[in-house]
Nanobody
């Protein structure tokens, strides 16, 4: 069973940077298997932050107005990272990662990020 697991969330101050980790276990992946980061803020719909293939050969960052985010992957230890600079209170959300494999999409449980002003 493929299982993504997010970590690294917490409470930060406005303007701080934070890096989240997504560790994926339970599967053997190929280069173009796609992973993604999403966030779900209170009272809003879940929105995509960006995507990256397993081999990191292709990366797409969603609307840059959502924040200075960088997604990268280290496939040697099955982890993807979401680095966020200059977080603002509107960045308060549960952050999720997912991973495709064999046409199935697997989600992690999410990690809470709270940005205080």
């Amino acid at each position: 069973q493929v299982q993504p697991a997010e970590s690294g969330g917490g409470v930060v101050q406005a303007g701080d940077s934070l890096t989240l980790s997504c560790s994926v276990s339970g599967g053997i992946f190929v280069g173009d298997d796609m992973g993604a980061w999403y966030r779900h803020a209170p009272g809003k719909e879940r929105e995509v932050i960006g995507t990256i293939t397993w081999d990191a050969g292709s990366r797409h960052d969603a609307d840059s107005r959502r924040g200075p985010f960088t997604i990268y992957r280290n496939y040697h230890d099955n982890r993807a990272w979401l680095h966020m600079n200059g977080l603002q209170p509107q960045g308060t959300a549960i952050y999720y990662c997912n991973q495709h494999r064999d046409s199935v999409l697997y989600w992690g449980q999410g990690t809470q990020v709270t940005v205080s002003s």
